[in-house]
């Protein structure tokens, strides 16, 4: 193909991935949050805005579109107005190796990158920076106080993370996530490796600061941790990142322990979202069924319990290994 | 395997083209109207005192040097990992020694209360 | 000119221009922050030199993770970040001097060394070959780095105990 060609594709296929993770992802999971805290605390949720209160979000967004947009005058305005943009964007990153279904042509995927699984990692690390600097740049106690705790869990809970990519890397012997979902054709790597699937959950919970690992967002004590001073259309570029992130875990949890697009009858990509909502629904659920971990609790947790689960299930995956490969 | 790379580049760079779109829009529409207290620091409602950038626990800086070295260790597995299922014992036995020496490091850090959050 | 040479270009003027403003810039954070295109113009580099797995560990280990680390080290810091830190003094001139002489030599020599061009091809997936010399020639050095990454461990700890 000429090099244009190879531009205009990557260029569409931008468009397209950033615009279905703001729709599908930011705009139906805010609603979809909304409507299964709803019906978890038996009421109803939105109702009004469209059938059902489908629109709800959707109108949000236009309301959101006309707020004015505060800058605090003690804030740092470069790297406040910067941090808006490193957010989502870090978020979005991680959606370049996951993929979605396959089709007559390959798999569906943005870039199915040889070192993929690590790319993953590396782009979900730079979420981090994103947080630091809103939390900074803020220059207000709340925000910074909310940072700073982010960046402590969210690297604490890297390592675990880290380790559980390795864990299924070496079962699949391969870093790319289209050869680790085919290596799954007969068994998806939830029954081979239960340990390493439940660190991974956990440890993308707490990389999304979702309940039980909200602190970093506690409302009742740092009203909205690192971006309590945003306003309008700069909340709603916070919430897209925070979403987006959510559903990237979500789908590369089920590319790597869920048999990806994998599945009997369905298409392939109407499997891959199945599986990636179920998911999602475990992440609303859990926020409903437990309270907020301590910081002390939190930090335990990750490098006294998780850490130690993950490398001694790693060692014990290198030995079934070397066993079935001899 | 360039090219590969030449996508994610255009990625990154037209996604933080659309990302900075809403915030183009909301210039051109979002109304304004700041007078000094609006742009006060939000403090629950009362006079912000000092500046929020001061010095922070030691804790913090503890956690991430701890949490580098662990990030660093993971580094060398993923290579490792390509290649363990054909290394046969040789490559478990490695690894073996590598995460024990490793581990050895948590429990230090474990012992000395560096994993403590006081 | 080809492509590649356009990516690299655009790239060291990335890392270039932002690397300045580390330097020069009189607010730490700003330094900090202006360290992550920096880290990200130099994986570029790492990406048009075929070491895709350098690359993502660029990003992984300086972008994500040293980064954090330099912030929280700021945030320790008395006053450090509320501060206007003086980056230059009355010695700029003679250092940027120095700075120029150094450049002008290095660039000397790597202009004037016959570079030996070896016949050979680079490894097309080249985390595979980095754990196969894992495995292999850099079986000791694999171990010998876990080693010097608990001696780093320990020298941490230790010296970050004694501040408290």
Request: a neutral charge; charged letters at 10%; proline letters at 4%.
């Amino acid at each position: 193909m000429p090099w244009w060609l190879e531009l205009i594709r990557a260029i569409v296929g931008t468009i397209i991935l950033f615009t279905g993770v703001a729709v599908v992802a930011a705009m139906f999971g805010v609603l979809l949050e909304r409507k299964i805290s709803g019906w978890m605390q038996s009421r109803l949720g939105p109702k009004h805005v469209g059938p059902q209160g489908l629109l709800q979000t959707l109108a949000d967004t236009l309301k959101l579109l006309q707020k004015e947009n505060i800058v605090p005058h003690r804030a740092d305005r470069a790297i406040f107005a910067t941090a808006v943009i490193v957010v989502p964007l870090a978020a979005l990153l991680d959606y370049v190796v996951i993929p979605f279904g396959t089709t007559r042509w390959g798999p569906l995927i943005f870039r199915d990158l040889n070192v993929g699984v690590v790319y993953f990692a590396a782009t979900s690390s730079l979420v981090v920076v994103g947080i630091l600097m809103a939390g900074w740049g803020s220059n207000n106690k709340y925000a910074l106080l909310g940072g700073l705790r982010s960046a402590a869990q969210m690297v604490s809970y890297e390592i675990p993370m880290g380790l559980s990519l390795i864990t299924v890397a070496l079962m699949a012997g391969s870093l790319s996530t289209v050869t680790i979902v085919n290596a799954q054709a007969g068994l998806w790597y939830i029954v081979a490796q239960p340990v390493a699937f439940l660190v991974f959950l956990t440890a993308a919970t707490a990389e999304v600061n979702r309940v039980p690992f909200d602190l970093v967002e506690a409302e009742s004590e740092l009203v909205a941790g690192y971006f309590s001073e945003y306003s309008g259309m700069r909340f709603a570029l916070f919430q897209l990142g925070e979403y987006g992130e959510m559903f990237a875990m979500a789908g590369m949890a089920v590319t790597l322990f869920l048999g990806g697009w994998r599945g009997p009858v369905l298409p392939p990509v109407l499997w891959f979202v199945i599986k990636l909502y179920a998911l999602i629904f475990v992440f609303m659920w859990v926020r409903w069924t437990y309270p907020r971990f301590r910081i002390d609790q939190l930090l335990n947790f990750s490098w006294k319990v998780l850490i130690p689960v993950s490398l001694l299930n790693l060692v014990a995956t290198a030995f079934v290994v070397m066993v079935m490969h001899r | 395997m360039l090219l590969d790379w030449g996508y994610v580049a255009v990625f990154a760079i037209v996604g933080a083209i659309l990302a900075a779109l809403p915030l183009l829009v909301i210039w051109l529409i979002a109304p304004r109207s700041a007078y000094p207290q609006k742009l006060e620091t939000y403090e629950s409602g009362v006079p912000t005192i000092g500046q929020a950038w001061s010095q922070f626990n030691v804790r913090y800086y503890l956690f991430s040097l701890v949490f580098v070295v662990f990030d660093v260790e993971i580094i060398y597995l993923y290579p490792w990992a390509v290649v363990a299922r054909s290394g046969g014992a040789l490559a478990f036995v490695e690894i073996l020694i590598f995460l024990v020496i490793l581990t050895l490091g948590l429990v230090y850090a474990w012992r000395k209360g560096a994993l403590e959050w006081v | 000119m080809s492509g590649e040479a356009i990516a690299f270009y655009v790239l060291a003027a990335v890392t270039l221009g932002s690397g300045v403003v580390v330097v020069t810039s009189p607010n730490v954070v700003h330094s900090a922050v202006a360290l992550v295109p920096t880290f990200l113009g130099v994986t570029g580099i790492y990406v048009l030199l075929s070491a895709e797995f350098v690359a993502v560990i660029q990003v992984l280990i300086y972008a994500g993770a040293i980064t954090v680390l330099i912030l929280f080290v700021i945030m320790l810091t008395e006053g450090g970040t509320g501060i206007r830190a003086r980056q230059r003094n009355e010695q700029g001139a003679i250092g940027a001097a120095v700075a120029a002489a150094m450049a002008g030599l290095l660039i000397a020599v790597a202009v004037r060394t016959p570079w030996a061009r070896l016949p050979g091809t680079l490894p097309t997936y080249t985390p595979g070959a980095i754990g196969q010399s894992f495995l292999g020639p850099n079986l000791l050095v694999f171990e010998g780095t876990s080693v010097v990454l608990l001696v780093s461990l320990v020298g941490a700890i230790v010296i970050a105990r004694k501040e408290e």
